[in-house]
């Protein structure tokens, strides 16, 4: 069969059978494969950063004093998700470190009357505890 | 001279409460015992069950209990560069200076001390065991200490032959390897108020019922002495794979109203069992440190330590059961009191703490070192072994490296000191915010 073909087609045997003979070929192959990793490598770092990216506007607090607390969360597709937790609900506004794998950060979260889970202030974003700090303080004097 | 100088402390260990045993409760008391010496102290093991994240235990000690599941008898599992973002973290927020790491056994103490180096900061290891090195498990075990003590600042053993086992183990130079012999709980294991009588004498075994805590021996043992000895009961407490042979051993010879099994003993009861015997036998074949004697000692029995407080005996059946009828005839003379009072004044967790931190002033004294300078520490360990740790070494610094670009030490917030307030009416967040302002 190969003998048919090599006569069919007139080339050298070599060249059918062994594609990268020459050091010229084998280093453009190289040189090929060095610049698809490093565009595959770019896209899967661009693709990860994007995915990293949480589609959350703002989020915001509420405090009606005497009557409750509106939590907002604003995604910039125009979305806008509310919770309203009743001033009676809330026994305690704490701030907690989470210990991840990986990390550990603060987060602010309200302890309920009546309720095993804790309610997450901030359950989208993850600010940083100087800005935790005030919106506790104010969580604290309108439970109170 | 700055011998009043506050140290900021990491301890690391798989092994931390609420697990019970000789290392968590060294590393409890001594944290204790730090903190009221003014140091800040911090706890880093892994998650037990459902406990994970952070506790504070008593007196306000900062306990981290990072997800990484168990795999092995209590270990984390090994993943060389998986704990390097969390170590990093915890060590940036607390502002720590120092990391002390106890326990040859513990994965996550060896990985927490490499990226702990790697990152710059002084490092201190406690042996608490020793160990052979024959069998497979002991070589590798002996390998990775060897890794983990080539670039110490210094090393603390628990007593003189755990020093020369961990010198020989690891080849790090004695002088780097400083002896602080454990402490016992005086207050907790004190003497019963009245004295037992002794028409009946009751011999107390309380340990973990394995083969290196001789539980073997003691299938020969309690027989042969409860057929020399008429008067003579036995109290065995503690859990263990050998349980079942005690309890053979016990059907077979009919001693069912001689030998009392009590099962596993939680750490509160240990002292009232102790009270209830007269002489604490303890049939371990190896021990660097055994804080078990220690606290019979300190309830007043009749056990180990200077002359008149203990009688040693061999390994061997023989041997044990005449040394145990020679305790029986030491006991008229015995004063539980006087014992506890000499314990008290032999071994106290603040003498230990004292002494901790001396040597970590002697680590912060050493100088700092560039990844380079350190390398050859590594190479010497070995032919293949040594270049094996020094690529590792130098991928943790890469990776340290890495981390560095994707989330800079700035962006860690660190976190405020937390000062409890003893009244009970003031709330203790109050003084957090008052630090943060």
Sequence with gaps: MIQSSVEASGGLPSERL?????????????????????????????????LHHKPVKKESVVIMPAFGVQLETHYWSGRVIRRFVPISKILKPVLNECVTPVTCHWSLALILRDEDELMLVFQKLQPPVRILVPVWKALCAASH | M??????????????FYPNFGGVESHIYYLSQCLLKLGHKVVVMTHAYGNRSGVRYVTNGLKVYYVPWRPFLM??????????LPITRTILVRERISIVHGHQAFSTLCHEALMHARTMGYKIIFT?????????????????????????????????????????????????RVFVIPNAVDTAMFSPAPNRLSCDEIVIIVVSRLVYR???????????????????????????GPKRVRLEEMREKYSLQDRVEMLGAVPHSQVRSVLISGHIFLNSSLTEAFCIAILEAASCGLLTVLPDDMIVLAEPDPGDMVHAIGKAIHMLPNINPHVMHSRMKKLYSWHDVAKRTEIVYDCALQSSDEN???????????????????????????????????????????EVPDLVLVQNEHEEPMQDFVEARD
């Design chain 2, 127 to 175: 042996d608490h065991s020793l160990y052979g090195f024959a069998d497979v498990g002991s070589i590798h075990m002996n390998k990775v200490l060897q890794f983990t003590l080539a670039d110490i600042s210094q090393a603390i053993c628990v007593s003189h032959t755990s020093k020369e086992n961990t010198v020989l183990r690891s080849g790090i130079t004695p002088e």
């Design chain 2, 213 to 239: 805590k001789g539980a073997d021996l003691l299938v020969e043992v309690i027989p042969e002495v409860c057929h020399l000895f008429p008067n003579v009961r036995f109290v065995v407490g503690g859990d």
């Design chain 1, 18 to 50: 062994n594609p990268i003979s020459s050091p010229m070929e084998q280093s453009t192959a190289i040189q090929e494969l060095c610049i698809s990793s490093i565009w595959s490598i770019l896209l899967c770092f661009s693709l990860a950063k994007v």
């Design chain 2, 2 to 15: 700055d011998q009043q100088r506050k140290h900021r402390i990491l301890m690391v260990s798989d092994f």
């Design chain 2, 371 to 413: 990844l380079l300078q350190r390398l050859p520490r590594y190479l010497k360990c070995g032919a293949w072994a040594g270049k094996l740790f020094g690529l590792v070494m130098i991928v943790n610094f890469l990776l340290w490296q890495l981390l560095e670009l994707w989330q800079p030490a700035e962006s860690i917030e």
């Design chain 2, 74 to 83: 209590q270990n984390t599992l090994p993943t060389f560069y998986g704990t």
